[in-house]
């Protein structure tokens, strides 16, 4: 069976990245788990159509729940397509559940989506424990990203 150019060895592949909880947040914590899908939400992801904007996670009645995340209507679904903008059941042991509930009520930190992706078939949800950044610690990473790719730059001019 050949593998897939876009997979890791150890089958996952990427289908979206939130590039701006990077940005907003500090994450102090990540946690990979699986995410409820209908049949017509697991065909549009497979064609990446999906945003990010304004996801959030939270514990609901003891279960992890994914609010926010817009996967677009599948094209061919007819009358049978899926809500947009439900809220989506995330599959996590409760004990997860449990620490992850009490970090977010005692240290006022948030649950944020980092990135979905396939492992072996399945959807994953990277979740991140996260704390929200400062303007000028915003400020300090993109200063630190620019020198990095400065210096990145000089090398490669350079023959290094």
Same mark, same amino acid.
């Given at each position: 069976m050949a593998k897939n150019k876009a997979q890791d060895? !150890?089958?996952t592949s990427l289908i979206a990245k939130n590039k701006k909880a990077f940005h907003n947040? &500090?994450?102090? #914590? #990540?946690? &990979?788990? =699986?995410i409820a899908l209908t049949g017509t &939400? $697991?065909?549009? %992801?497979?064609?990446?159509?999906?945003?990010? *904007?304004d996801c959030y996670a939270t514990v609901r009645e003891g279960e992890l729940v994914? $609010? =926010?995340l817009n996967i677009s209507?599948?094209?061919? =679904? +007819?009358?049978?397509? +899926?809500?947009? !903008? /439900?809220?989506?059941? %995330? %599959? $996590?042991?409760? /004990? &997860?559940?449990?620490?992850l509930k009490t970090? $977010? #009520?005692?240290?006022? %930190? *948030?649950l944020v989506p980092l990135d979905l992706h396939w492992r072996r078939g399945l959807a994953k949800v990277e979740l991140g424990l996260v704390r929200g950044k400062k303007l000028y610690d915003k400020r300090e990473t993109l200063r630190d990203r620019e020198t990095k790719r400065d210096q990145d730059r000089a090398r490669r001019q350079y023959g290094r």
């Open positions: 060895e !150890d089958g947040y &500090e994450v102090m #914590q #990540q946690l &990979e788990c =699986g &939400e $697991v065909k549009s %992801l497979r064609m990446k159509n999906l945003a990010f *904007t994914l $609010v =926010g209507e599948y094209a061919m =679904g +007819h009358e049978m397509n +899926h809500v947009p !903008d /439900r809220n989506r059941k %995330l %599959l $996590v042991k409760k /004990r &997860e559940i449990r620490k970090a $977010v #009520q005692e240290k006022g %930190l *948030t």
